[in-house]
């Protein structure tokens, strides 16, 4: 069996604390979408003072019209990434096709050099930016290690505050990976978490206000399904145990679906195409064999002493261009984005990339040529795919993992702007710029392909399906819309439909996917929640 990688950040900080630290709001008319979709303050101006809130800008030299779209003094610090003598080259390629360069792509325009959430080389989690400073808060508990999954232990946390003297703003807000949300039936009210320690014994606390659930785009509807809500004929199919809390009930009983919702539909994520590298003839970029030799001693210093240089990067990501292709409905709201990393699959050897993503080790040896070999990569993905996948469940146990359907360009669109903007980024590399360099692009093809004419539509189609690069932007399966939004399960307040007590506040709610990596998002999303959380209260 063939099984991709899925990464889920059960730790504190979430996904925030394995990511790339990359750190892109997307577009302004992600956010006007939304509300255009029956979610009344989610529109970019109404979230632009949540963002400047979260931010710590550290960027210099950015115009006073970008400056308006940032903030000073937030949780989150942002900062340049580390870059190296193959930027300037991106940066050039680009605007030899005409595309404007901006030296701040989350200010007015989008191409550009990454920003990082990030201080001297430091990543700045939502746990760290959140929890860190505010750890010795008599109000805030946070319980660790709370799931063992089959023997092996994990970080995962709930977050347990007292409501009327809630002023944090959290990411993860209250509760992230409870065993199940219990409810009084009667009333369909939430009213506590049970949750598994790591001795396998189940605690329960209650709530005396709200449960919120931010357990991501995964965990999320799994535990809402497994807790009774959602697809009518997906929890009668696993017969959905309730562990209920009153006496009066029996210890286990077979009960229909608390709700009938659509969780775990809707299911969005970036998936681009992987392995489209160019050799080059300068040691230059992100080049490990140089990093860990002759260049250990002044790349360390440059990290200890300035948290700066090789050591501080996202591992070699620097630039980013949000493009359109023919597919792209507004000029203004590209359909597209090109990533650009200073290194390949084989510049480090095969240590510590290719085991990363899982590249299956037939389709490794297509890429022996780049083996400890300078070079740089593109990693294209549509910003706003058509195809949607489903979260459902394997089991009624909590430590068995969800079922993940991706559905990755079942949308004929989806494939057919992928393959265009392969071609757009085989033209960026052929320019002066990377010419300079030395640049000729890799085209040993993979194993399942190479009886393809190489570069037809059919070839590239055969290319991306056999590597698609997932960038684990996954979102929206807790869908966010209005009551008669027959596909959505929470509303513009975030809060559960059918029930009482219960708010999701997470990637989850996301009613379409933001045109970018999703961290920046989740951060808003968390600023949103708890400035609803405690309006609720007058808090």
């Known amino acids: 069996m063939h099984r991709c990688r899925w990464f889920r950040g059960r730790m504190l900080g979430g996904s925030s604390s394995i990511n790339g630290a990359l750190y892109t709001r997307g577009n302004r008319k992600d956010y006007d979408n939304w509300a255009a979709m029956g979610n009344?303050?989610?529109?970019?101006?109404?979230l632009l003072p949540l963002f400047k809130r979260a931010e710590n800008f550290l960027v210099e030299d950015v115009s006073a019209r970008d400056a308006f779209y940032h903030g000073k003094?937030?949780?989150?610090?942002?900062?340049?990434?580390?870059?190296?003598?193959?930027?300037?080259?991106?940066?050039?390629?680009?605007?030899?096709?005409?595309?404007?360069?901006?030296?701040?792509?989350?200010?007015?325009?989008?191409?550009?050099?990454?920003?990082?959430?990030?201080?001297?080389?430091?990543?700045?989690?939502?746990?760290?930016?959140?929890?860190?400073?505010v750890k010795h808060r008599k109000n805030l508990h946070v319980i660790l290690n709370t799931i063992v999954s089959k023997g092996q232990q994990t970080t995962s946390a709930i977050f347990f505050l007292k409501t009327d003297e809630l002023v944090l703003r959290l990411w993860t807000v209250m509760i992230y990976f409870p065993f199940q949300i219990v409810f009084d039936e009667a009333t369909k009210t939430a009213k506590g978490v049970e949750y598994l320690?790591?001795?396998?014994?189940?605690?329960?606390?209650?709530?005396?206000?709200?449960?919120?659930?931010?357990?991501?785009?995964?965990a999320s509807p799994q535990l809402l399904m497994l807790s009774g809500i959602g697809p009518a004929n997906e929890l009668r199919k696993h017969q959905v145990w309730f562990d209920f809390m009153p006496s009066e009930f029996p210890r286990y009983v077979v009960i229909p679906p608390l709700v009938d919702l659509p969780v775990g539909e809707n299911l969005q994520s970036h998936a681009g195409a992987g392995g489209l590298y160019f050799s080059i003839k300068e040691k230059s970029g992100f080049y490990l064999p140089d990093l860990f030799t002759t260049e250990l001693i002044p790349s360390t210093l440059q990290y200890v002493l300035e948290g700066d240089g090789p050591f501080s990067t996202a591992y070699g990501f620097e630039g980013i261009a949000f493009v359109n292709t023919s597919f792209a409905e507004d000029p203004d709201w590209p359909?597209?984005?090109?990533?650009?990393?200073?290194?390949?699959?084989?510049?480090?050897?095969?240590?510590?990339?290719?085991?990363?993503?899982?590249?299956?080790?037939?389709?490794?040896?297509?890429?022996?040529?780049?083996?400890?070999?300078?070079?740089?990569g593109f990693y294209p993905y549509a910003?706003?795919?058509k195809s949607r996948g489903k979260i459902s469940l394997s089991s009624t146990d909590i430590l068995d993992?969800?079922?993940?359907?991706?559905?990755?360009?079942?949308?004929?669109?989806?494939?057919?702007?992928?393959?265009?903007?392969?071609?757009?980024?085989l033209l960026l590399g052929e320019q002066p710029a990377f010419k300079r360099l030395g640049a000729k692009f890799y085209s040993q093809p993979l194993p399942g392909c190479s009886h393809l004419n190489q570069f037809t539509d059919e070839y590239w189609e055969c290319h991306i399906r056999q590597f698609t690069y997932l960038h684990f932007h996954d979102v929206g399966t807790c869908k966010m819309g209005p009551p008669e939004d027959l596909t959505a399960v929470v509303n513009p307040s975030l809060r559960v439909y059918g029930v009482k007590n219960l708010r999701v506040a997470d990637a989850s709610i996301m009613p379409a996917i933001v045109s970018g990596n999703t961290m920046a998002a989740c951060i808003v999303i968390g600023e949103k929640a708890s400035d609803l959380i405690k309006s609720s209260y007058d808090l």
């Open 40 to 46: 009344p303050g989610w529109s970019f101006n109404d």
């Open 73 to 133: 003094g937030g949780n989150i610090p942002i900062s340049h990434t580390y870059s190296s003598k193959l930027l300037p080259a991106f940066i050039e390629a680009g605007k030899s096709l005409g595309f404007p360069y901006n030296h701040d792509y989350n200010g007015a325009s989008q191409y550009g050099r990454f920003q990082l959430a990030n201080k001297r080389g430091i990543r700045y989690s939502a746990a760290k930016a959140y929890l860190t400073p």
């Open 197 to 218: 320690t790591l001795d396998g014994s189940k605690r329960f606390v209650s709530a005396k206000r709200e449960v919120i659930l931010s357990a991501g785009a995964v």
């Open 335 to 376: 359909d597209m984005v090109i990533t650009f990393s200073s290194q390949t699959i084989g510049t480090d050897g095969g240590m510590l990339y290719q085991p990363r993503i899982g590249l299956e080790d037939e389709a490794w040896k297509t890429y022996k040529g780049l083996l400890l070999r300078p070079g740089f």
């Open 383 to 385: 910003l706003r795919p």
């Open 401 to 425: 993992h969800p079922v993940i359907i991706g559905n990755y360009f079942k949308h004929p669109d989806d494939m057919r702007s992928m393959i265009e903007a392969i071609r757009l980024l």
